[in-house]
């Protein structure tokens, strides 16, 4: 249950892994209200589901019945049946993976990486065999639907996806959730305009979130880790990739720089990836 497994809170956000023996580990980001005096959330040292009802019992764990914010109790997915991989941006991430499989459109996450002294996105007409460390186009694209969420594997004729996976997202274990807030600089009392929720998983990438919605907005898989993808389609694999702490960078009260290390290098996502939400 929810409570049964390590999480690394920022503010009212959460995030959380289930290890799997018929999948690689699965991850999911929860978003919680702190209580904040008024009638719905009174007491400001509580943390509340979406019901306004208490997240977590006098222990400090969080209940199995809690509802985030951001997921929709009524999407049954495959994955349901553990409380981590129900709601959050997991599952809002899932629906719309089904949404797209369903209409044909099969590599519509933003999925980005570096190639090419620019951002491409991730898909089978930007990604080769070479990339990917394998040897044939055959393994590129079921590695690639693999990332996205799908089955390893892919129809010869045109790349795509056979089937979806019960869920798409990597496991969140020592990455800690941030904020990027964007201010209405004019006033002096700097207004929040938009928050984003920043994550890493060892899915392979940074995922950047709406906070308003849990959409996932853009993701990004460091080009040194494209050689490592292959390695999670093997069921209960536990891969470190990009599950690192993460560091916001502000100038000018605007984000300008997210420090975003694997698990043994850091990099930095600037100007170049923040355009993309």
């Known amino acids: ?72 109790s009524n999407f049954n997915s495959g994955a349901s049946s553990s409380p981590i991989t129900n709601d959050g941006a997991g599952e809002v991430m899932l629906q719309a993976l089904a949404d797209s499989f369903e209409a044909g459109k099969y590599w519509t996450r933003p999925i980005y990486t570096w190639k090419g002294g620019s951002l491409v996105r991730f898909n089978p007409t930007n990604i080769t065999a070479d990339d990917l460390g394998v040897g044939n186009n ?12 799908y089955t390893y594997a892919a129809k010869t004729a045109n790349s795509a996806p056979e089937a979806l996976r019960p869920w798409p997202m990597g496991a969140i274990i020592h990455s800690q959730p941030i904020a990027i807030d964007y201010y209405d600089t004019s006033k002096s009392s700097l207004p929040l305009l938009k ?69 043994s290098e850091e990099r930095r996502v600037g100007k170049e990836c923040s355009s993309r939400w």
């Open 1 to 72: 249950d929810l409570h049964s497994f390590p999480t690394r809170r920022s503010s009212d956000l959460v995030g959380v892994f289930l290890p799997w023996s018929t999948d690689s580990w699965a991850g999911n980001l929860k978003k919680f209200k702190m209580g904040n005096g008024s009638a719905a959330r009174p007491d400001a040292s509580k943390v509340y589901d979406k019901n306004n009802a208490l997240a977590t019992g006098p222990d400090g764990k969080f209940l199995d019945k809690a509802l985030d914010f951001w997921g929709n």
């Open 138 to 149: 055959s393994e590129r694209d079921r590695i690639i639907n693999y990332t996205h969420g």
């Open 195 to 263: 928050r984003y929720v920043a994550v890493g998983s060892n899915g392979g990438m940074l995922h950047v979130f709406d906070d308003d919605t849990g959409a996932e907005v853009f993701s990004f898989i460091p080009p040194d880790i494209l050689p490592k993808l292959k390695e999670l389609k093997t069921a209960g694999a536990y891969v470190d990739t990009v599950d690192g702490p993460l560091t916001l960078y502000r100038r000018d009260s605007k984000p300008q720089y997210l420090i975003s290390p694997t698990r």
